[in-house]
């Protein structure tokens, strides 16, 4: 029994103590005085009976009534149900409350919104009202009861009844009531007990069934209608997941139920934090509590709650829900949340399903809110049952004795359920409800509930029922019920009596305030009360304990497929097979299914399989392999554990866990590898929550077979958190609840016994598991602590498992785990110190949980230390002999093939290649073989870095996988730590990135040590970034020179060469007029200098060994002997050559002027005076002298000044180039319009001459020499032409800005009314004016801001926006980043690589060089030289007018051609190859700014659009893109002619011709190379002589070179041509049988194979078809130029009776001219060719119309034609016979020709074909006999049909159709042997 109530006060409204007007609560009485022993009166009920403060009331207020919330120290509730009235106030308080004050706290109570009835009598004016509060103190919770109570003693007071009021109290006081579930009330005056306060009134109070559920009343019901369902819900994760909760209302009791129902909601989960239904006004700074609550405020201080910013909100009156930004709650898991909310609705709103019917049924009555609150409980039961379903199989028992001690293996529970990655179910795992759920119901002998039998027994019914709502609701009704009948017994005996005050009672003058009771007599009333009880026996509470049933196993809450990994029994049987053929010693068989293994072990399944396999191989703990086994088990392990989490929630890691410590193998006599030492490195050994399942599981496994009979103890190994074994009887739950049940009727003795047992059990655990710590935290080589600091670092584990393990242990552990950094600090202390602290902390964790005394675990504690200590030394010899061990198979070396003079740096350095983020190599989308991983070995030579290994997934074959690329083409190198694709093992690698699109993304072998990977990361530095550029391969290929020293020829044949260098530097030493000097790095001059030429001292320097005579530079033409060898050597440069080819001006012997031109060659520049970087021999205007030209190059940056460099042959307009202008040039001259006085500066004087000069430019152009007319486009006003300025190639892209429209239509001056093109082509070629500028200047619009153009000028610019060369920089490197990216991207597909491509903005550079090349062009052919003056003059520049060029004069398209332009604009006019190119040290900071790469990505542009107008083809782009930057050959190294004389590079190759050593320039190579193989022809050369090209150049008409994005793993980049060669084919004839050739098909792998080399291609095949024949004829085949010149001759004189008009070549096509594609796939003669004659990859680009093809076909079989002359001659005689093949193979019909003029006997499948099967050469025929059948001849022919030939080499057997023909068949041949 229990008392009803514990204590009855009275309190009153008193004056504040500093008397502020504010009241204060004052206790007048209480009773009883005394404490109860039990129960100690709780402080602070002043404060709750007034919660928004005691304020006095102008008026009477009805009395109200609530139920406030205590809770004590011991976390007991103490319930307060406090009755308020209100009284007079006495004259005393009167004087102390003055008026004023009681208008102030009238406007307040308006504000706490007090309710008022308007009185018929008011009270007199001025009269006050102070309430007074009746308040029952009870552990109980009645509210019902407490109300009637209260109700009564008012009643008694106010109506003035005949009842003593003490007795009422006092009785109160005394009234016991049955306890909850106490021996299930067996009668109902137990159950339900009527109490009588002794005023006639009668009560029945029913206690509860069960004391567990909690009793709800109608709360719930209310909370849903207050709030809704989807407010409720966000409320209830709120709460589950520990967020802070604050109810809001103007009514206390609504906030007392709010918070009763939504702790209702928690069952059986309990609330464990802050719990305060109604907080008082003065307590309102609780709500700023760091921990969660649940807390009811009056809403009048919501403006107080405003500032709270992690709080959830619920307005109960205005049903809102407010969730902060900041907080985020968890919803519930899919499909638990939908199915709960559909539920929820058919309870709440049963109307709704009917709401569409057609005709619905009669309303059904709703049921009561008590049955409905009932209802939505059920559904939560539910709920809860279905979340937590099968919890009971994770529990770990550790103790029984004295005490359960029981922990929950949360890991395993979130990985069976399939719940890993929810967030709700893991915080809820984590909190403090479900701790205190798992200690109280985890117990497994106790009284069960509802929730219990629920969990156990209803799961499967809830599964069956999801889908149908009917039964669901059932479930719902049946479970109301049962909680229903909990809280109501005894429905039928609940009849109450109790007098109540009449209506507005409150309002009658009450003639005195509430008497003040007589403590004496209630206190022996009490008394009397509690001598009773003394007498009778205490109540017990009979609590009916049984064995809580576990229920099914658990099972996942959805049933996911796990995505690609489904294991199927095919991928186990394959785990199955694998480990078999291991321990059977069928190692290569175990090779063969151990990818498909690794593959498969991606599933949980097939990880499981293999634990439990390898569990069989296990004898007695232990299994001896030898060192391949142990390989493979090491391997399959670290596969299974790589894909585990740190918490190993599907308990893999602890399967494997006895298994690592069991396998192992002898490394030599008493030393003993385990496989521990091998799988160490994965995140899960170092997380602590891991390590306590894994204990509490092992303990739970040793404690039940303490008390089980060995007969039954069958499984104890039974893993942790796994299901046990069906055979198994009793679970370890079962076993304890058993010995819980016991355990009262043991002697002392034998539960001392008991207990004692299972301390050993857990302490001897505790030291096993110590050791199995330190077998896996400890590194094999503990020197090496790296391992354990790149292993997720343990500290940082620690730390955070915090979060994780504080619920469930002592505070004071938790403090201790923060104490230290765990293994942060590895680098100071040694890893023993930080391992010993790591399993210290495990052991004092689980030690203090399981209830290990202190003294064993001080003992552990002193054990630890030695434990790993002692492992170290056995480890110390382990790995020691370890590295003796030879390395297990791996694969031999294989050497790389080096070019003649490459010579090895570092022999190779065994790594595993790693797929770089390009699909093809490692399988990828394409779905070829997974050629990447791969392993074997990097190679550093003298010019490349070169890799050469195997794949690593044996199923791809014997595969070589080769990547390389030159030293020189290093773009950023960086370490980086990666996993080895065989063991899994973390080690340190390197990525190497290069500008020819390679990279190697290796990880070195643990066998490389770290002092050689950094060997060769300096070594590679060395030799990327030389000191000089000398030391490049370039130059010490082929020469003995020491490094740093000049390298000299060794045989000087040629002194005037030599002499003619030194001369030549000598003069130039005298013209800058310096004595010492020494070499330094290349500077242009800073911005400050470039008005003015260079002072004296900032000369750039040279240095020589000569003596140096100062002189000075006089221009003039008698020049001195060595000066005119210098000349005649100048002549020879190509940019001469070009100038005389153009018509530019001659030199004459004596370099007389020829006046009739109108410019001429000038040699003013011929020792480099002027401009460093220009060539010795410029063209300039004739009328200019050469001494005026150094005051005008003053204007431009770098001394560049205009030169021309082109002539068109038509338009006679001339293309110059310059340096951007200074700040003085230009803009002075277009701003000083008045003619300059005598007296002015050199700068000014400067600008008169650059006028000067720019006039002689325009009058040396024939068509405007005398011209008067004016000639610009500035007529046009900008406005009038703004609208149409952007079109066809003028026109910027619209992204980026480029050319404005503005200054587009001034230069394109066309008619407003020209129709646009699309596409960005060109405009029709009549798009310009007759008015037009005779000169314009393309600068920079930044250089030239506020210039004016002057219409008396007859020049005119143009500004234009261009990027600068660090935006090429910036541009290449996102460029290099999309094509290598260098890891897998995020999303597969083409998608990333196209936004990466874009956000290069690489193709939207390439659109504006087209752009503004082509724009120039229009200018010159339309009659208009062009001036191209942007940034130095080096890099922009340079790409434009060498783009016009080639657009502009189909010379430049040849080989030739192109040669010449490059050597001409790129070389001579100074494009800084080395500064760009970065190639040497001092360039290192600038890094690699490809310009040149940038320019042959255009002619690639060009060249896709028009493929008939170049000679060379697409791959000698790409072979100059990779030497140029590969230094391989000195043609692109240094800066300028200047430079490349100073080190006796520029003349060298007319010395002695080296024969065969290696070449020195690249065009040399290119020359030599084409002698040998058409590589660098382009078949489809057809050119129209006049065609200038306009191409496309929107970015949509461009195209992403296939030289980034290519690769051939086979052999490496094919550039290096001696490298890249196959293994050359057997010819046809050396077939021992004579018979058909087999096919030559073969399969092509993306990435693998040279996709271009290995495609059929016609006309290689042909021409290998001629060498072979000429081959035959004994004739020396010709060179294959000459043929393909002389078979294009007669197409051509062919192709004109045919009707066709135009010359043309193999292919006519029948797209436009200026836009022929490829479009024809020539396809004749089986694949493949032993020359590799095709390696433009041009073949593949689809198909055009049916017509050009066949056009194709006919020029083909012309071609064929040429070579078989007239069938006369050619075939003598032909006719089918039977030929019998080589031994064992059968008779077969061909086709046979006699060749009387090849002397030869040829066969052919049938009479058409044109492709020879075999041929005999007549020559070694010996003789023609009569022959026999043999087997297999035909069966119908005469036997004289037969004969034989006989050759030196073989007998042929023959067989004619009858006699009369093999009669003639051997005249024929008898005669061709005697004609011989």
Known sequence: MARLADYFVLVAFGPHPRGSGEGQGQILQRFPEKDWEDNPFPQGIE????????????????????????????????????????????????????????????????????????????????????????????????????????????????????????????????????????????????????????????????????????????????????????????????????????????????????????????????????????????????LSTPTPFIIGVNAAFQAETQELLDVIVADLDGGTVTVPECVHIPPLPEPLQSQTHNVLSMVLDPELELADLAFPPPTTSSSSLKMQDKELRAVFLRLFAQLLQGYRWCLHIVRIHPEPVIRFHKAAFLGQRGLVEDDFLMKVLEGMAFAGFVSERGVPYRPTDLFDELVAHEVARMRADENNPQRVLRHVQEL???????????????????????????????????????????????????????????????????????????????????????????????????????????MLEAKKLLPAVLRALKGRAARRCLAQELHLHVQQNRAVLDHQ???????????????????DEHGIAAALLPLVTAFCRKLSPGVTQFAYSCVQEHVVWSTPQFWEAMFYGDVQTHIRALYLEPSEDQAPSQEAGEA???????????????????WPTLSREKQQELVQKEESTVFSQAIHYANRMSYLLLPLDSSKSRLLRERAGLGDLESASNSLVTNSMAGSVAESYDTESGFEDAETCDVAGAVVRFINRFVDKVCTESGVTSDHLKGLHVMVPDIVQMHIETLEAVHRESKRLPPIQKPKLLRPRLLPGEECLLDGLRVYLLPDGREEGAGGSAGGPALLPAEGAVFLTTYRVIFTGMPTDPLVGEQVVVRSFPVAA?????????????????????????????????????????????????????????????????????????????????????????????????????????????????????????????????????????????????????????????????????????????????????????????????????????????????????????????????????????????????????????????????????????????????????????????????????????????????????????????????????????LGADVGSRLAGRDVLSPPQANGAPPDPGFLRPQRAALYIIGDKAQLKGVRPDPLQQWELVPIEVFEARQVKASFKKLLKACVPGCLATEPGPASFLRSLEDSEWLIQIHKLLQIS?????????????????????????????????????????????????????????????????????????????????????????????????????????????????????????????????????????????????????????????????????????????????????????KVWDFYTEETLSEGPPYDWELAQGPPEPPEEERPDGGAPQSRRRVVWPCYDSRPRVQPDAISRLLEELQRLETELGRPPERWKDTWDRVKAAQRLEGRPDGRGTPSSLLVSSVPHHR???????????????????????????????????????????????????????????????????????????????????????????????????????????????????????KTVDEKAFFDVKTTRRVYNFCAQDVPSAQQWVDRIQSCLSDA
């Not at 046990?724 to 016991?742: G, K, M």
């Not at 040699?1163 to 970087?1173: F, G, K, Q, T």
């Not at 093809?1749 to 006919?1754: E, I, K, L």
Request: charge should be positive.
């Open 724 to 742: 046990p074994s069906q055979e198994d009887e009793r679970s370890a739950l079962d076993v304890a609840s058993e010995q819980r049940r016991l």
């Open 1716 to 1834: 022929r594609s490829l479009g024809v796939y020539l396809q004749e003669g089986p694949v493949g060719s032993t020359l590799s004659l095709s390696l433009d990859s041009d073949q593949s680009s689809g198909s055009t119309t049916s017509s050009s093809r066949q056009a194709a076909r006919r020029s083909t079989s012309t071609l064929y034609s040429q070579f078989q002359t007239a069938e006369s001659e050619n075939r003598s005689y032909e006719g089918t016979l039977y030929k019998k093949g080589a031994f064992m193979k059968p008779w077969k019909a061909r086709w046979f020709v006699l060749d009387k003029t090849k002397h030869q006997l040829r066969y052919y499948d049938h009479r058409v074909d044109t492709e020879c099967k075999g041929v005999i050469d007549l020559a070694e025929v010996e003789a023609v006999a009569p022959g026999t059948p043999t087997m297999g001849a035909p």
């Open 1414 to 1598: 082509v724009l120039v062009v229009e200018l010159l052919d339309s009659g208009s030289s062009v001036l191209v003056s942007l940034e130095d003059g080096w890099d922009i520049t340079t790409q434009v007018v060498s783009l016009v060029q080639l657009l502009s004069d189909p010379f430049y398209r040849t080989l030739e051609g192109f040669r010449l332009l490059v050597e001409k604009e790129w070389l001579s006019f100074g494009h800084r190859f080395s500064h760009r190119g970065a190639h040497t040290l001092a360039g290192q900071s600038s890094g690699l700014t490809p310009v040149f790469l940038q320019f042959l990505d255009c002619v690639y542009q060009v060249h896709l659009q028009f493929p008939m107008e170049f000679e060379f083809s697409q791959f000698y782009l790409k072979f100059l893109g990779y030497h140029h930057a590969s230094r391989r050959f000195r043609t692109f190294l240094l800066d300028s002619d200047y430079e490349r004389i100073e080190l006796g590079l520029l003349y060298e190759e007319k010395g002695e011709r080296r024969g065969q050593l290696a070449c020195r320039s690249v065009w040399e190579y290119v020359e030599r190379l084409s002698k040998r193989t058409p590589v660098f022809y382009n078949y489809m050369y057809a050119p129209e002589d006049t065609e200038v090209l306009r191409p496309y150049s929107n970015v949509s008409n461009l």
């Open 970 to 1298: 290093l773009t950023k190198e960086k370490r980086i730590s990666v996993q080895t694709p065989v063991d899994q093992l973390l080690q340190d690698g390197l990525q190497l990135r290069s500008c020819t699109f390679q990279l190697l993304k290796m990880a070195f072998d643990e066998e490389v040590g770290s002092d050689s990977a950094e060997l060769f990361r300096k070594q590679l530095h060395k030799l990327r970034y030389p000191s000089d550029i000398r030391d490049t391969f370039a130059f010490t290929l082929g020469s003995s020179h020491t490094s740093g020293r000049p390298s000299r020829v060794t045989k000087d044949k040629s002194p005037s060469f030599r002499t003619f260098s030194r001369n030549l530097v000598k003069n130039a030493k005298k013209t800058m007029g310096r004595q010492y000097v020494t070499r330094k790095k290349y500077n242009p001059p800073g911005w400050e200098h470039r008005g003015q030429p260079p002072p004296e001292d900032q000369e750039d320097e040279i240095s020589v060994s000569e003596e140096l005579e100062p002189s000075t530079l006089t221009p003039s033409s008698a020049l001195k002997p060595s000066d005119r060898m210098t000349m005649s050597s100048l002549v020879e440069r190509a940019c001469c050559r070009d100038y005389q080819r153009l018509g530019l001006g001659t030199l004459s012997s004596s370099l007389s002027r020829a006046k009739s031109e109108p410019f001429r060659i000038s040699p003013v520049n011929r020792m480099y005076a002027i401009c460093r970087s220009y060539p010795g021999l410029l063209i300039v205007p004739q009328s200019i002298q050469d001494n005026a030209l150094q005051r005008v190059s003053r204007c431009y940056r770098q001394n560049r000044f205009p030169v021309v460099c082109w002539r068109s042959g038509r338009s006679k307009a001339v293309l110059l180039r310059s340096g951007g202008l200074h700040g003085k040039g230009v803009v002075g001259l277009f701003k000083a319009q008045n003619a300059p006085s005598p007296g002015q500066s050199q700068a000014d004087s400067s600008s008169l001459e650059q006028e000067k000069y720019l006039q002689a430019v325009v009058s040396s152009m024939p068509r405007y020499a005398d011209a008067s007319g004016r000639n610009t486009l500035s007529g046009f006003s900008s406005a009038h032409m703004g609208s149409h300025g952007k079109r066809g190639s003028v026109r910027a892209s619209g992204r980026s800005g480029g």
């Open 480 to 586: 109301a019920e049962q909680l229903y009948k909990n809280e109501n017994p005894y429905p039928a005996v609940a009849m109450h009596k109790v007098h109540r005050p009449g209506e507005a009672s409150h309002l009658r003058r009450v003639p005195r305030p509430f008497p003040r009771l007589n403590e004496g007599t209630v206190q022996w009333i009490v008394d009397q009360a509690a001598a009773k009880m003394q007498g009778a026996p205490p109540a017990v509470k009979a609590e009916r304990r049984t064995t809580v049933p576990s229920g099914p196993p658990m099972t996942a809450i959805l049933e996911r497929c796990s995505g690609p990994h489904v294991n199927s029994a095919r991928r186990l049987e394959v785990v199955r097979n694998c480990i078999s053929y291991v321990f059977e010693g069928k």
């Open 47 to 286: 404060l709750f009976c007034q919660p928004s403060g005691w304020q006095l009331c102008p008026e009477r207020n009805p009395p109200t009534f609530f139920v406030a919330v205590l809770t004590d120290i011991n976390s007991e509730r103490h319930y307060c149900a406090c009755l308020t009235f209100w009284e007079p106030v006495e004259p005393t308080q009167e004087a102390v409350c003055t008026t004023e004050d009681a208008m102030e706290r009238e406007e307040e109570a308006d504000e706490g919104g007090r309710v008022r009835l308007l009185t018929a009598a008011p009270p007199q004016a001025g009269q006050l009202f102070a309430p007074k509060t009746l308040v029952l103190v009870s552990r109980l919770d009645h509210t019902e009861v407490f109300r009637n109570s209260l109700g009564l003693i008012y009643a008694i007071h106010v109506e003035g009844l005949n009842v003593c009021l003490e007795n009422v109290i006092g009785n109160l006081l005394t009234c016991t009531v049955p306890l909850a579930g106490g021996s299930q009330l067996d009668s109902v005056e137990e159950g339900a007990r009527t109490i009588s306060l002794g005023a006639g009134d009668r009560q029945v109070i029913q206690t509860p069934l069960a004391d567990s559920l909690p009793v709800s009343r109608c709360s719930v019901a209310l909370l849903f209608r207050q709030l809704g369902i989807t407010n409720v819900l966000s409320l209830f994760c709120a709460a589950l997941t520990e967020h802070k909760v604050l109810f809001l209302s103007r009514s206390y009791q609504r906030l007392a139920d709010a918070c009763r129902g939504l702790l209702a909601l928690l069952f059986p989960l309990r609330y464990s934090f802050t719990y305060v239904p109604i907080l008082p006004a003065q307590l309102l700074e609780v």
């Open 629 to 647: 086994q142990f390989d493979f088990v090491v391997r399959m392990m670290n596969c299974c554990l790589q894909d585990c989490t740190s918490l």
